[in-house]
């Protein structure tokens, strides 16, 4: 039935078969930490919640059944997806990275992993930089974030996929800004996709986690024996609480896509906006990958306000509905200082290199009435 079925009717029924004890039509929270067994080792599949739960069992088959892959394992948080994986990796092995992925990733691998792992960190949307790289790097994985995180650069996945399958290298993709409803990495050649649910899948800021989602059996039993050993597997309240979030993920996107579209609009012609960068837009330097391998836009935007940290941070605290908060993907608008909050961690001469400088503002557009929004805008540009 899952291959048969689109994601609209996916994200409310997978995971939501009625409890056969009840006939509960949401699941139960099995809030135990522990199972009884009828006899040593005779059990009905489980044995101990950082192993094993219910609850978070229908997650897994949600999640795994939106992003199309046979496996998830569902985390505690998005950078305990990203630990997991990256644990998971035979010492002493590379890692080529995106130049320009999330600052807890880049901080993972700069100041964490660095001790156990080399890591590189490449422009992914150049592709023969990709494929030199892999060439000289010999990597054991390659991780790639599409859209990335605050510029919105976008790599070719089903491209750098062939080039890593060449290659012998994992390839990676976080998918987070896009969810699975406007891109689906696992279909274009991915072996892992990683989503930290924090953001638009549980969508209403409430839940802390993350998941992984692929299709090899041997990735899943390796990465599964880490996640029970270390222990960071999501509780059985949050993996509910996104099991409920889910179900309106389609239906969010949809709206995070359209209020992005109008604001992007009033931003192009907005005499105070230096740059704006969305892959929607047709002078984006990637929009043609954007519009073949994604089949939304989604809801970030970033642009350059005309001057510097002055009339950033002028504009950010005069904003009343878009509250300044690091994360995204929440029903609720947020504006972000990618220097000053979520990319602090990135060492300074990256940053530069890469374009976050102090007069970047990246919006992570909610799903209010976009009048509103523009409105609110407006009187902070003021
Ligand atoms: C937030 C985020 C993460 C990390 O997830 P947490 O749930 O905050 O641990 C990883 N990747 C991307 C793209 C993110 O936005």
């Not at 300044?324 to 300074?348: D, K, Q, R, Y």
């Amino acid at each position: 039935m899952k291959k048969n079925i689109k994601i609209e009717t996916k994200v409310i029924h997978l995971g939501g078969h009625p409890d056969p004890v009840t006939g509960s039509i949401m699941p139960p929270i099995h809030q135990t930490s522990t199972y009884v067994q009828s006899s040593p080792g005779k059990h009905q599949g489980y044995e101990y919640t950082r192993s094993h739960n219910p609850t978070r069992t229908r997650l897994e088959e949600c999640l795994a059944g939106i992003e199309n892959a046979k496996y998830c394992i569902a985390t505690s948080s998005g950078m305990a997806a990203v630990t997991l994986i990256v644990h998971s990796i035979p010492k002493g092995q590379t890692i080529l990275c995106g130049d320009d992925v999330y600052g807890g990733t880049n901080r993972l691998l700069n100041n964490v992993f660095d001790k156990h792992y080399d890591s590189h960190f490449i422009d992914t949307t150049d592709l023969k930089l990709v494929e030199a790289s892999l060439k000289k790097h010999k990597p054991y994985l390659l991780w790639i974030e599409t859209p990335t995180n605050p510029l919105l650069k976008i790599s070719d996945i089903a491209k750098i996929s062939k080039l890593c399958k060449k290659h012998k290298t994992i390839l990676v993709v976080d998918n987070t800004f896009m969810s699975p409803i406007f891109q689906n990495p696992i279909d274009l050649g991915a072996d892992i996709v990683v989503h930290s649910l924090t953001k638009y899948i549980n969508g209403h800021s409430d839940v802390v986690g993350g998941a992984m989602m692929m299709n090899s059996k041997k990735l899943y039993d390796d990465i599964w024996y880490l996640q029970n050993s270390i222990g960071p597997s999501q509780s059985p309240f949050d993996s509910w609480l996104v099991l409920r979030g889910i179900k309106t993920l389609a239906i969010r996107m949809k709206a995070h896509e359209e209020g992005a579209k109008e604001i992007v609009k009033y931003l192009q012609k907005h005499k105070k906006v230096e740059k704006l960068i969305y892959p929607g837009l047709k002078d984006h330097p990637q929009y043609k990958i954007a519009k073949a391998q994604m089949s939304g836009f989604g809801g970030m935007i970033s642009f350059y306000i005309k001057g510097g940290i002055k009339e950033s941070r002028k504009f950010l605290s005069k904003l009343k509905f878009f509250k300044l908060a690091e994360s995204l993907g929440g029903v609720e608008s947020l504006a972000n200082h990618p220097a000053i909050m979520t990319h602090a961690s990135v060492p300074l001469a990256m940053r530069k290199k890469l374009g976050i400088s102090d007069n970047l503002i990246r919006l992570s557009v909610g799903i209010e009435n976009v009048e509103d929004l523009k409105k609110d805008l407006e009187q902070a540009f003021k």
